[in-house]
């Protein structure tokens, strides 16, 4: 069978870098200077997966016109004398020799390809680059066949360039829709905020009234109730149960063991569905599930019950507190919008990190009914939606680092790292060539477990990044996670839920 060729699509725009507010020599935002604390020194990595062979060539070529044309990709990032442990960004000329990497593979040699890559990504989890001598970022072109793409690409950013909405807008501006090579992949990144509808308001006003004061006092109570929260984890008043899953506090982050797994999309559609919930609702019902699955082995273990029996047996220990810190946007529907123009028009934006995050309780136990994870997990987003939590977490850490406050890492103290992207409806092309499969993850970090659900095309991927030491078995766990949605889809059927219904996330 032929591989498809790249496609040639049309450079964007002009040659010189945008630099936000049209100044050089920026500073780096609080935010950026976070990623560069010893807790949460963070590089984001993304495995992309292509239907076809890559062209290095092609590929270099391109990214002197897109990706290059954002001021942070070709930057150095220095010590800024005005600000006392500050840094800034200075403009450097790139030389894409040193950030695109092209290996020399032999796949004759290699007994499996899926392995090599995990292998290699695992081992690029061992380093790092310094920040003085080129731009944070690099990209590693490994033309090896593996079981879900014919060649796969690394993509590695420093986590100080930006959060997850801002990179995902910046790639996206570097892809084409595979069904029409000149047209751009619609803007995938649901808004962050509505504008709510005021009609109707004059003849129910005693009841609106009413709506709207409990409205508040819910939002302020909750707010409070959880910035306590937080604060108290800070403090290790509130912490985690030593679980398998936990990493231990003050040890340097090692080496990540980084596995994905693709499902089907519309079966997490169909499950949310049937529940009348969203699909962010069902990933973190699917998670609770599948932790409780592994951890439950993993205590039969400890007991030393056989495997089999430790699977049907009620093994985990009572009243498991297990968190987890869910990343969330903070951006408004303009300022995504901004983004999502940011190569393609030239346009001149604020870009970086503007994220958030709130402490979510997961349950961790055995159900004879998979739907009750859903139900509870639906009962608890609802709840932290009515909490300005996430802003406020995002105005501690951004004074923590401004005042130089050491130990305020708040998600670093919680078992693990949550986040859901939705992704690209249609498929895509990253300069010409088709892509399989998008897997984001992260390392750097001293959680032991990192998850990431993100959705492309027709179906949902997860990715595991996991503490190479603490938990040895990445493989078992992302089985586990696979087979709770399976239980779920099964239990909908079973009862005959089925029905159709418009929202998603």
Partial sequence: MQLPKPIKVSPIVDENPIFENGKE??????MSRLFHEPESNLYIVVMIGFKSKINPDFVKANLGHSLLKHHRFSSLQVEDE??????????????????????????KSIDSADKFVEDYVSNLSKTGIKMSKQPMWDLHLLNIK????????????????????????????????????????????????KEGD?????????????????????????????????IATILM?????????????????????????????????????????????????????????????????????????SERNNNLPKNIRLRAAIMKDLRSSSEVQELADIVKNGYKTKSGNKIGFVIFPFSIALRDDPLDYLREAKARMDRKKASLEAEFSYLLSQYTVKFGIKGANCPSKTTLLFSNVKGPQEE???????????????????????????????????????????????????????ESLHLMKNAVIARGLTKSNASDY
Avoid at 284 to 309: F, I, M
């Fill in 25 to 30: 020599d920026q500073p780096l935002s609080p």
């Fill in 82 to 107: 005005k600000i006392k442990g500050g840094l800034k960004w200075v403009p450097t000329t790139v030389n894409l020799d040193n950030h695109v990497i092209v290996p020399n593979l032999e796949p």
């Fill in 237 to 309: 008043f509130a912490k985690d149960s030593e679980t398998p899953l936990k990493g231990i506090m003050g040890k340097a982050p090692g080496p990540r063991r980084i596995v994905h797994r693709s499902l089907s999309l519309e079966d997490v559609k169909f499950v949310k569905n049937a529940m009348n919930t969203t699909i962010n609702d069902a990933v973190v019902a699917v998670t609770q599930a599948g932790l409780s699955r592994y951890l439950n082995r993993k205590y039969g273990e400890l007991l030393l019950v056989n495997k089999g029996a």
């Fill in 428 to 482: 895509i092309s990253f300069y010409g060539h088709p892509i399989a499969y998008v897997a984001p993850s992260c390392y750097g970090q001293t959680n032991g477990l990192t998850i990431h659900f993100v959705s492309y095309a027709n179906k949902m991927t997860f990715i595991l990044s996991v503490d190479d030491d603490l938990i040895p078995d990445p493989h078992q766990l992302r089985d586990d996670l696979e």
């Fill in 146 to 193: 593996t079981s879900d793409a014919e060649s796969v690409a690394v993509l590695r950013v420093h986590h100080s360039l930006g959060d997850g909405t801002s990179l995902v807008s910046l790639f996206l501006s570097c892809t084409r829709k595979v069904s029409n090579p000149e047209e751009l992949p619609s803007n995938s990144i649901p808004p962050t905020s």
């Fill in 198 to 230: 005021s009609s109707g308001i004059k003849g129910f006003w005693p009841y609106l009234s009413f709506k709207y004061f409990w409205f508040v006092f819910s939002l302020f109570y909750n707010t409070l109730v959880d910035a306590v929260m937080v």
